[in-house]
């Protein structure tokens, strides 16, 4: 009888990823071994290519961001960004120090033994798609977010609290204010926000795993800190993987989920959406327009809603239709008139988004393009007040020709 052999596939999940290991029969050559290698790792990186299926996990060295001990010959090891001290996670710098890891460098993203880092504060003569923190140093409180991991409590002189926040127990200042706003966590903006009890707080714990686990490009699943689109949890969009992190041009730019209609906050059922689901805080509509809306709810959402009210006119307006009370947000740009897709181009200084996550970045305009939130505003912060994209006094109606800002939209509102 012809003695059959064998190669054995075992699929092997780890934390670093997933991998499969062989293992071979003692009779079979190591030509067959190899070959049978060869072949499976060629199906497997054509699955990996289908459009939508991609993956960035932090790549390089493991300590090139972790230290067992925090102590090589005598010195610290978590000294990034110029911290000391020990990390959650045994990481070498808290998000400040990976993130803002030489203020006064040229460089936007830096690679540290292979591992790229995108820096919200530096000293580059272009920003990436965020903004850049440095802008809301000092006098400038005004140009961003004034998260304390930079600036400390109270650094805002005018405001205590998000502008337009939710009018639902007592969701505006005295949950989220300018003495706790950070970058992550229970009054952040990245990785699990307000998720069980005890909560995970802010900082580097509030993202565990979602750096081993990144998916980028294609994040139109958003049921996880790790494939939400900039691990903001439950937002859906498209990562832009030419040039990453940045908006370049029309043909290099990441691209924004929106819907066509803004929800109603409140916690009363029915029509009403609240923003608290799995993991933790989170948009109702998965719109990036809708995760600005859960600290600046009245800035965004229907009037109606038990958590927008209805005596104070705080909202956009009761419909979808104009007049509006507030700039709409998560609204179709109408495709007629001087909104026609026809009339407009994709301008990455007024980036618009889609009603769906595309496979690809979209070079022009479309007839189900959408105004979002970062239509206009930085979400870091800009070198301009209110966090603006474009200077507003050069806005000016029947002032000449001007395809930038405003009139990116009202293509005919400039002469």
Same mark, same amino acid.
């Given at each position: 009888?012809?003695?059959?052999?064998?190669?054995?596939?075992?699929?092997?999940?780890?934390?670093?990823?997933?991998?499969?290991?062989?293992?071979?029969?003692?009779?079979?050559?190591?030509?067959?071994?190899?070959?049978?290698?060869?072949?499976?790792?060629?199906?497997?990186?054509?699955?990996?290519?289908?459009?939508?299926?991609?993956?960035?996990? %932090?790549?390089?060295?493991?300590?090139?961001?972790?230290?067992?001990?925090?102590?090589?010959?005598?010195?610290?090891?978590?000294?990034?960004?110029?911290?000391?001290?020990?990390?959650?996670?045994?990481?070498?710098?808290?998000? %400040?120090?990976?993130?803002?890891?030489?203020?006064?460098?040229?460089?936007?993203? %830096?690679?540290?033994?292979?591992?790229?880092?995108?820096?919200?504060?530096?000293?580059?003569?272009?920003?990436?798609?965020?903004?850049?923190?440095?802008?809301?140093?000092?006098?400038?409180?005004?140009?961003?977010?004034?998260?304390?991991?930079?600036?400390?409590?109270?650094?805002?002189?005018?405001?205590?609290?998000?502008?337009?926040?939710?009018?639902?127990?007592?969701?505006?200042?005295?949950?989220?204010?300018?003495?706790?706003?950070?970058?992550?966590?229970?009054?952040?903006?990245?990785?699990?926000?307000?998720?069980?009890?005890?909560?995970?707080?802010?900082?580097?714990?509030?993202?565990?795993?979602?750096?081993?686990?990144?998916?980028?490009?294609?994040?139109?699943?958003?049921?996880?800190?790790?494939?939400?689109?900039?691990?903001?949890?439950?937002?859906?969009?498209?990562?832009?993987?030419?040039?990453?992190?940045?908006?370049?041009?029309?043909?290099?730019?990441?691209?924004?989920?929106?819907?066509?209609?803004?929800?109603?906050?409140?916690?009363?059922?029915?029509?009403?959406?609240?923003?608290?689901?799995?993991?933790?805080?989170?948009?109702?509509?998965?719109?990036?327009?809708?995760?600005?809306?859960?600290?600046?709810?009245?800035?965004?959402?229907?009037?109606?809603?038990?958590?927008?009210?209805?005596?104070?006119?705080?909202?956009?307006?009761?419909?979808?239709?104009?007049?509006?009370?507030?700039?709409?947000?998560?609204?179709?740009?109408?495709?007629?008139?001087?909104?026609?897709?026809?009339?407009?181009?994709?301008?990455?200084?007024?980036?618009?988004?889609?009603?769906?996550?595309?496979?690809?970045?979209?070079?022009?305009?479309?007839?189900?393009?959408?105004?979002?939130?970062?239509?206009?505003?930085?979400?870091?912060?800009?070198?301009?007040?209110?966090?603006?994209?474009?200077?507003?006094?050069?806005?000016?109606?029947?002032?000449?020709?001007?395809?930038?800002?405003?009139?990116?939209?009202?293509?005919?509102?400039?002469?």
């Amino acid at each position: 009888m012809k003695k059959l052999h064998y190669i054995t596939v075992f699929y092997c999940p780890s934390l670093e990823g997933e991998r499969y290991r062989i293992v071979a029969s003692p009779r079979i050559s190591i030509q067959r071994v190899v070959a049978f290698s060869a072949i499976l790792g060629l199906v497997l990186s054509l699955i990996l290519s289908i459009s939508g299926i991609s993956s960035a996990k %932090v790549t390089g060295q493991c300590s090139n961001c972790h230290t067992m001990h925090n102590s090589q010959g005598g010195s610290e090891m978590a000294t990034y960004g110029g911290t000391s001290g020990e990390n959650p996670c045994l990481t070498r710098g808290d998000c %400040v120090g990976c993130h803002a890891y030489n203020r006064t460098g040229s460089l936007k993203v %830096v690679d540290i033994g292979g591992s790229k880092i995108p820096q919200v504060w530096h000293n580059a003569g272009t920003d990436l798609a965020a903004g850049n923190f440095k802008y809301a140093d000092g006098a400038g409180y005004g140009k961003g977010h004034n998260v304390i991991d930079f600036f400390g409590a109270n650094s805002d002189s005018v405001l205590d609290g998000p502008p337009g926040p939710v009018k639902q127990f007592e969701h505006g200042e005295l949950i989220v204010n300018d003495s706790n706003l950070t970058c992550a966590g229970d009054n952040g903006c990245h990785g699990h926000r307000f998720y069980g009890k005890p909560t995970l707080g802010s900082g580097i714990p509030a993202l565990k795993g979602a750096h081993h686990g990144n998916v980028d490009g294609k994040c139109d699943t958003a049921d996880s800190v790790a494939n939400s689109y900039r691990f903001l949890l439950g937002v859906r969009g498209l990562e832009n993987t030419t040039d990453k992190w940045q908006n370049i041009n029309a043909s290099s730019h990441n691209e924004y989920y929106g819907t066509t209609t803004p929800p109603a906050l409140g916690c009363g059922g029915g029509e009403e959406k609240h923003c608290h689901g799995a993991g933790g805080v989170r948009p109702p509509n998965d719109s990036i327009s809708g995760f600005c809306g859960t600290c600046h709810g009245n800035f965004h959402g229907l009037t109606g809603g038990s958590g927008e009210g209805t005596s104070d006119g705080i909202g956009i307006g009761g419909s979808t239709s104009s007049p509006f009370k507030r700039h709409p947000t998560d609204l179709l740009i109408k495709n007629n008139g001087e909104y026609a897709f026809g009339n407009r181009t994709y301008n990455p200084q007024a980036p618009v988004g889609r009603t769906s996550v595309p496979d690809s970045v979209i070079p022009g305009a479309t007839a189900n393009d959408v105004v979002t939130c970062l239509s206009c505003h930085a979400a870091h912060a800009s070198n301009l007040p209110d966090m603006l994209k474009w200077d507003y006094d050069d806005m000016v109606a029947g002032g000449g020709s001007n395809t930038t800002g405003c009139f990116t939209c009202h293509t005919e509102k400039d002469t």
